[in-house]
């Protein structure tokens, strides 16, 4: 069974997609975390984003995997929660649209998916390239403002408001505009509209597409 995900930066897929996970007691696959996981070890190897074949190389070379909790292992060490830094988040988006970097980590994700007996699927291109047959697919959208407001609550920091709302306005351009798996819904994704609803809400919404109402 592949339940796969896809939407904009800060919809709320993780939060959404770990909870479906959990209730239907599949594995969550945080494919963001790949190419944040690449990102990170791009910038500590002192590789420029901007070069293609040198991202490249880094994710065929790494062995990314998860725990049984979801969360991304980096050659086998937690990835949490460098991953996550601000320096990560302003890369990821130019490390990400490498044609070479995303061949390597889609091989990655379907090894993992195979060798499992159902997933949840989060993140951009699931529907459309990595599990184009996935069982269930959904496309979870939210405005930018919403999303912002979302981003600066988890951080306890309203006061940054702002940047955080131009980052991810910044990311969206940059995510939709690439050559290579740019962000859309795929025509037979299921449109869930997550703007003023709470994670609950959204979780008993694809939990009733996908057939099991909570
Ligand atoms: O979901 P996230 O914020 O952790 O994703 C980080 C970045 O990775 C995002 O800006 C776009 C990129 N990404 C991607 O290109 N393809 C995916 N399947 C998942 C994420």
Same mark, same amino acid.
């Given at each position: 069974m592949i339940i796969a995900m896809d939407g904009p930066a800060g919809a709320g897929k993780s939060t959404v997609a770990r909870r479906v996970a959990e209730e239907l007691g599949l594995a969550f696959l945080d494919t963001g975390a790949m190419y944040r996981a690449v990102t990170l070890q791009v910038l500590e190897q002192g590789v +420029?984003? =901007?070069d293609g074949p040198g991202c490249a190389r880094i994710a065929e070379e790494l062995e990314l995997g998860f725990d049984e909790g979801g969360h991304i292992l980096i050659e086998g060490k937690p990835g949490e929660p460098d991953i996550r830094s601000r320096t990560v988040t302003l890369n990821v988006s130019a490390v990400s649209a490498h044609p070479g970097v995303r061949e390597a980590i889609v091989t990655q994700q379907r090894r993992i998916a195979s060798a499992l007996a159902g997933v949840v699927a989060e993140g951009? !291109?699931?529907?459309?390239?990595?599990?184009? !047959? %996935?069982d269930h697919k959904f496309f979870l959208d939210a405005t930018c403002e919403e999303r912002a407001r979302r981003r600066a609550l988890q951080e306890s920091a309203p006061e940054r408001y702002e940047v955080i709302l131009a980052d991810i306005i910044r990311r969206d351009r940059l995510d939709t505009t690439? %050559? +290579? =798996?740019?962000l859309t819904r795929a025509p037979d994704a299921q449109l869930i !509209? %997550? !703007?003023?609803?709470?994670v609950e809400d959204v979780v008993r919404e694809i939990l009733a597409h996908v057939g099991r109402p909570s």
């Open positions: +420029h984003p =901007s951009r !291109d699931t529907t459309t390239v990595v599990f184009p !047959d %996935a690439r %050559a +290579h =798996s740019p !509209d %997550a !703007d003023g609803k709470g």
